[in-house]
């Protein structure tokens, strides 16, 4: 599966971006799918996750409240809203695909929350 994070941007600090991911390939819906984020000199960092139906998802406690994760399967995406925007939200977002063992990654997208 090959993906493709689009939605990133500056916005001011109480704000709101929609992040959207684009999958091509076959079986989408096999798919949980996440997002993760990045910045310089630290590690990976887990953002949210939803299953293969969309009907069960998970935030990190940093997001709980703020961000909703959701997927279309029928569009192959998976979208995440996030709300009231801090600056510590900044970073490099990414989308995620785990199946079979095995994490598939998009190229990421630069999430900046000015204070």
């Known amino acids: 599966v090959q993906l493709q994070a689009s939605g990133g941007g500056l916005v001011q600090a109480g704000g709101s971006l929609r992040l959207s991911c684009a999958a091509s390939?076959?079986?989408?819906?096999?798919?949980?799918m996440g997002w993760f984020r990045q910045t310089p000199g630290r590690e990976r960092e887990f953002v949210a996750r939803?299953?293969?139906?969309?009907?069960?998802?998970y935030n990190a406690d940093r997001v709980k409240g703020r961000f909703t994760i959701s997927r279309d399967n029928a569009k192959n995406t998976v979208s995440l809203q996030m709300n009231s925007l801090k600056p510590e939200d900044t970073a490099v977002y990414y989308c995620a695909a785990f199946g079979g063992g095995i994490y598939y990654w998009g190229q990421g997208t630069q999430v900046t929350v000015s204070s």
């Open positions: 939803i299953n293969w139906s969309g009907e069960s998802t």
């Open positions: 390939g076959r079986s989408f819906s096999r798919y949980t």
